[in-house]
């Protein structure tokens, strides 16, 4: 896993959204679509985090300070941030899905008093595969803002916390359902669990955002490849109301 | 000529609208035989024309045969597309140099190539329109496709055989060239062998100006319509359309789609005949020493695995999810991303289906199954 912050020397690209994504290219390798998880207030700092799994995620984690890089962005719909305000804020992240939310969760904390509770339960595989821990760890100090997390297996030499899928951790946490806005992150799966628990707890599918992952070439919708029923996941998302999707996430391999 | 109105010309003028298009610095390409096909290719006259020729189409199946006339145009449509031309298989889209830490990035230019396109059928122009609206219709256009576009000159043809993999009637596509020519032909080849001439654009009109066409007669203009109407009522199939955005949105589930899968080899055919299918990937490459990079551009497919690769896996990675996602995306999403079908009716993917699927039967097999859900007869 690595985080990548970038300079951009060329024309200065639009200030991006909570949410919204870059392509990234390693010259030679190829290009990828990689999520903004820094601070959107910190136009001049791009920061993308990576987990090095295919080649051009493995050639970007390998650049050495200093190194220049393509980028075309940003794109994509971003999370509700407007819809939020005044509302009780749940965000549900599994795995690597907590970067693109990290932006989200900048802002909801640099302007704690336009939203009521905050709410940020995340769930990894491992104690090890938590992401940005000692930022949790120090959110998790704020007296203003729950963040609970939950792994899924762990030995209980080194993990005293939560063990358990991310829904789990629903239950505990305070909001008010019919306020309430939820942005969610992680495997299709997770969300579409995350999403029946949201529901179950009385918050509307209208006010549930999930962010969805295809595979993606272009970003700007020519290339057919992140096609998910009629949308293209880059133009028309990632960030999407579950109810515009929950028909389509029925389902398997659409 | 100074008439506005249809015109005629002989064989002969058809060689001089050869001579004018490449005088006004067209590259010329239309229908030869190669390869016991008729192809699209560059073309030196009308002698390269498949005189003569036509060709039996059926699911699984495509053959050239010999007509008993002269026709130039006695034949359907083969395994090319103009796409071939406006969204060539292989675009290069930038080249790449590093020196030490710094990259410099040049986009390829788009292409001065003019093209004019002789022989293009009613469901060919129906398909460049749908192409126009993914390439140039939306907010981001892709300066290669419309470079080519905007410089083409349009020859079309009014069919005067349907093919037996045909059903543009349904499609609403054809037989007959309505909209988006420079200049409309129409062989009639009862009598003496003449066309039929039309300009639907300034372009087209001040060509056929220069022609030696006389003004049609009311003979002439009967014969053409009697050929469109010949045409019209001989499509090899039939499908009915309007519905199916909602018929096929609603049987996502449905058995049919296992029933295909069971034959499909998801090689990917259909769609690179097909006129429409547009979906492309990139890949980079570079030269030995890293300092010079490319990315091109190519035709892609999403019967491959590869084509919704994500680090999880495939997301369509059974044969059923794969056809499912091209025939619905082509017949039912097509109609909610663009406003149109992605179907033009031309027949080609039954004809070059390796195991003939066809797509009309489907569809149909959908339609009439007790397992169908949702409204509609």
Same mark, same amino acid.
């Given at each position: 896993m690595w985080t990548l912050e970038i300079e951009p020397d060329g024309p200065a690209s639009a200030a991006a959204a909570p949410g919204q994504f870059n392509m990234l290219t390693a010259f030679g390798v190829g290009e990828a679509a990689i999520s903004l998880?820094?601070?959107?207030?910190?136009?001049?700092?791009?920061?993308?985090?990576?987990?090095?799994?295919?080649?051009?995620?493995?050639?970007?984690?390998?650049?050495?300070?200093?190194?220049?890089?393509?980028?075309?962005?940003?794109?994509?719909?971003?999370?509700?941030?407007a819809e939020a305000a005044g509302r009780d804020v749940v965000i549900m992240a599994g795995g690597l899905g907590l970067a693109p939310l990290r932006p989200a969760i900048y802002r909801l904390l640099a302007e704690r008093a336009r939203y009521g509770q905050v709410q940020v339960l995340y769930g990894a595989r491992s104690p090890a595969d938590i992401l940005f821990r000692r930022e949790l760890e120090s959110w998790?100090?704020?007296?203003d803002v729950e963040i609970e997390v939950t792994v899924d297996h762990a030995?209980?030499?080194?993990?005293?916390?939560?063990?358990?899928?991310v829904t789990t951790l629903l239950g505990r946490a305070a909001f008010d359902p019919a306020n309430t806005v939820a942005l969610v992150c992680g495997p299709e799966i997770m969300m579409r669990f995350c999403a029946a628990a949201l529901g179950d707890a009385g918050v509307k599918a209208e006010a549930i955002h999930l962010s969805m992952e295809r595979n993606m070439k272009c970003a700007i919708g020519l290339c057919g490849h992140c096609q998910f029923g009629p949308v293209f996941i880059c133009r028309d998302g990632p960030v999407f109301r579950y109810d515009q999707v929950a028909g389509l996430l029925r389902h398997k391999e659409l | 000529m100074d008439h506005q109105g249809p015109s005629v010309l002989t /064989?002969?003028?058809? !060689?001089?609208?050869? =001579?004018?298009?490449?005088?006004?610095? #067209? %590259?010329?390409?239309?229908?030869?035989?190669r390869d016991g096909a008729i192809v699209y290719?560059?073309?030196?006259?009308? /002698?390269?024309?498949? !005189?003569?020729?036509? =060709?039996?189409?059926?699911?699984?199946? #495509? %053959?050239?045969?010999?007509?008993?006339?002269?026709a130039l145009f006695g034949y359907?449509?083969?395994?090319?597309?103009?796409?071939?031309?406006?969204?060539?298989?292989?675009?290069?889209?930038?080249?790449?140099?590093?020196?030490?830490?710094?990259?410099?990035?040049?986009?390829?230019?788009?292409?001065?190539?003019?093209?004019?396109?002789?022989?293009?059928?009613?469901?060919?122009?129906?398909?460049?329109?749908?192409?126009d609206r993914v390439f140039v219709g939306g907010a981001h256009i892709d300066p290669h496709y419309r470079a080519r576009r905007e410089g083409a000159f349009i020859v079309a043809v009014n069919c005067a055989e349907a093919a037996g993999t045909c059903f543009c009637v349904s499609m609403g596509s054809g037989p007959k060239v309505e909209a988006g020519y420079d200049l409309a032909l129409t062989e009639i080849t009862e009598g003496e062998h003449r066309f039929v001439v039309e300009a639907g654009s300034e372009a087209g009109r001040q060509v056929l100006a220069e022609l030696q066409a006389h003004a049609a007669m009311d003979g002439d203009l009967d014969a053409a319509e009697a050929v469109v109407q010949r045409t019209a009522a001989s499509m090899g199939r039939q499908m009915r359309s309007d519905d199916l955005r909602e018929l096929l949105a609603a049987n996502l589930e449905h058995p049919r789609w296992d029933d295909v899968a069971d034959r499909c080899l998801t090689c990917g055919?259909?769609?690179?005949?097909?006129?429409?299918?547009?979906?492309?990937?990139?890949?980079?490459?570079?030269?030995?020493?890293?300092?010079?990079?490319?990315r091109t551009r190519r035709w892609d497919s999403c019967f491959t695995m590869?084509?919704?690769?994500?680090?999880?896996?495939?997301?369509?990675?059974?044969?059923?999810?794969?056809?499912?996602?091209?025939?619905?995306?082509?017949?039912?999403?097509?109609?909610?991303?663009?406003?149109?079908?992605?179907?033009?009716?031309?027949?080609?993917?039954?004809?070059?289906?390796?195991?003939?699927?066809?797509?009309?039967?489907e569809v149909r097999a959908i339609r009439e199954s007790p397992s169908k859900q949702g409204a509609g007869t």
């Open positions: 998880s820094g601070d959107p207030a910190e136009p001049g700092r791009l920061v993308h985090t990576i987990r090095a799994v295919g080649p051009v995620s493995h050639a970007l984690a390998q650049l050495r300070p200093g190194a220049a890089l393509g980028l075309r962005g940003p794109f994509g719909a971003g999370w509700p941030m998790r100090r704020r007296l030995a209980v030499s080194d993990w005293r916390g939560h063990v358990g899928v | /064989a002969l003028g058809l !060689q001089a609208l050869f =001579d004018s298009l490449r005088h006004r610095g #067209y %590259r010329i390409v239309g229908p030869k035989v290719d560059d073309l030196d006259g009308v /002698a390269d024309l498949p !005189q003569g020729w036509t =060709d039996e189409q059926a699911p699984g199946r #495509y %053959r050239l045969a010999r007509r008993d006339d002269a359907a449509v083969g395994p090319h597309s103009w796409k071939a031309f406006l969204h060539p298989s292989v675009q290069r889209l930038w080249t790449a140099r590093r020196e030490g830490d710094a990259v410099t990035v040049t986009p390829e230019p788009t292409s001065a190539e003019r093209f004019a396109f002789i022989g293009v059928r009613a469901c060919e122009l129906k398909a460049i329109e749908i192409q055919n259909c769609t690179m005949v097909c006129p429409t299918c547009f979906c492309t990937s990139v890949e980079d490459s570079s030269d030995l020493t890293g300092a010079e990079s490319s590869d084509f919704t690769h994500v680090p999880g896996g495939s997301v369509r990675a059974s044969a059923r999810s794969r056809y499912r996602q091209w025939m619905t995306h082509k017949l039912s999403s097509w109609v909610d991303q663009f406003g149109t079908s992605g179907c033009v009716g031309c027949g080609r993917c039954l004809t070059w289906c390796p195991v003939g699927i066809d797509i009309t039967e």
